[in-house]
């Protein structure tokens, strides 16, 4: 995969501007602001149909214009496919593939094999399970048509069972039926989401501790752990045994949507054990095990987006981290930083050709 030409109007603070790429890696220069992470952003907006940092659609469009385009041309298989994003206020957000209107647009989720690190990524070992299933399911769902449906259609079906859950408390009453008609169709589809997370977890578990030992030359222990309700019971049981909590907190308490990870280092949760460097090298390990991951199921190498992430790293461990990155012929690479000496101290020992964007 391979992103040749990127048109961007009105984006965020762009005004208007027009990218060439020919080569592997692709440095944006420039002073905080100046649109640096907003370049890499629309690059994972033509991936996933939505902003990295901002989903708000409308929030993405430049302050005092009425819509947002980007155009992307990329080289696939030795074809091209242009995909253009539009958002116009009033109106829905709209995709193409060479000019044809997606009807779904989780149709085109997987067409563009992409992976970010960013310093928003610390938010997987700081915040809360939902951001770590956010990673899980981003993963599978890059290569998996079907668990994308099957998560699409399970949280719409989570929400309804949650309005009615709200709507019995309101108007104190209760119907069994209703609810037991949520109650199979959700169950339907939790078991399969269920396996399908395990199974990824069985896959990507070792591939991520190769890395992070790799990467720390074998300095600690981690491991991962995958956390779920349906580990113990069938989904069927724990709707039933929590009826009652359901019943007075008005929303869903079990399920495949309280699904996290334990992130460990030395048995022990990273979060609070972790020093920020080992915390660092935990993230960028998950990363590359992503790409790895991506890459066997998808056939190809992910477009990687370095975002920022050189920030208060030494001239040694940013030459590493672009390294990691660059070994193998990972694929196309763009960065975002500050500092245009030492990315180009770090590029000069890179066997691949790079070119600097200067944004002012």
Do not use: W
Request: glycine residues 6%; proline residues 2%.
């Amino acid at each position: 995969m391979f992103l040749k030409q990127l048109t961007l109007t009105h984006y965020k603070n762009i005004e208007a501007s027009q990218f060439n790429f020919k080569a592997p890696i692709n440095c944006f220069i420039g002073n905080n602001g100046i649109g640096k992470s907003n370049v890499l952003d629309s690059i994972y907006h033509l991936a996933f149909t939505k902003s990295y940092f901002n989903p708000s659609g409308v929030q993405n469009i430049q302050f005092g214009k009425d819509f947002f385009l980007i155009e992307g041309r990329f080289e696939k298989e030795g074809k091209e496919e242009k995909i253009n994003c539009s958002l116009k206020k009033g109106f829905k957000k709209t995709i193409k593939r060479n000019g044809k209107v997606y009807l779904k647009i989780a149709e085109h989720i997987g067409l563009i094999p992409l992976v970010i690190v960013s310093p928003a990524d610390q938010n997987l070992i700081i915040e809360g399970s939902s951001t770590r299933r956010k990673f899980i399911d981003g993963v599978i769902g890059q290569t998996d048509k079907i668990y994308l449906k099957n998560l699409t259609d399970y949280n719409k079906l989570l929400a309804q069972r949650n309005a009615l859950l709200k709507f019995f408390a309101k108007n104190r009453t209760f119907d069994a039926d209703t609810l037991a008609i949520y109650n199979h169709q959700m169950s339907e589809l939790a078991q399969p989401i269920f396996e399908k997370r395990n199974a990824f977890m069985e896959v990507f578990i070792p591939i991520f501790s190769k890395r992070y030992s790799s990467i720390s030359n074998g300095a600690e222990e981690v491991d991962i752990r995958y956390e779920s309700d349906l580990n113990e019971k069938s989904f069927n049981e724990l709707l039933d045994q929590n009826l009652e909590k359901d019943k007075i907190l008005q929303y869903s308490t079990v399920g495949i949507h309280k699904d996290d990870l334990d992130l460990l280092i030395s048995g022990m949760p990273i979060k609070k054990f972790g020093s920020q460097g080992q915390q660092k090298t935990f993230l960028i390990a998950l990363k590359l095990a992503q790409f790895d991951f991506i890459k066997e199921k998808a056939g190809m190498n992910p477009i990687v987006l370095l975002d920022d992430i050189f920030d208060k790293l030494d001239q040694d461990r940013v030459t590493q981290t672009i390294q990691l990155f660059d070994h193998e012929n990972l694929g196309q690479i763009f960065i975002s930083d500050t500092h245009e000496d030492r990315i180009k101290a770090a590029l000069k020992k890179s066997s691949s050709a790079y070119e600097i964007f200067k944004l002012r």
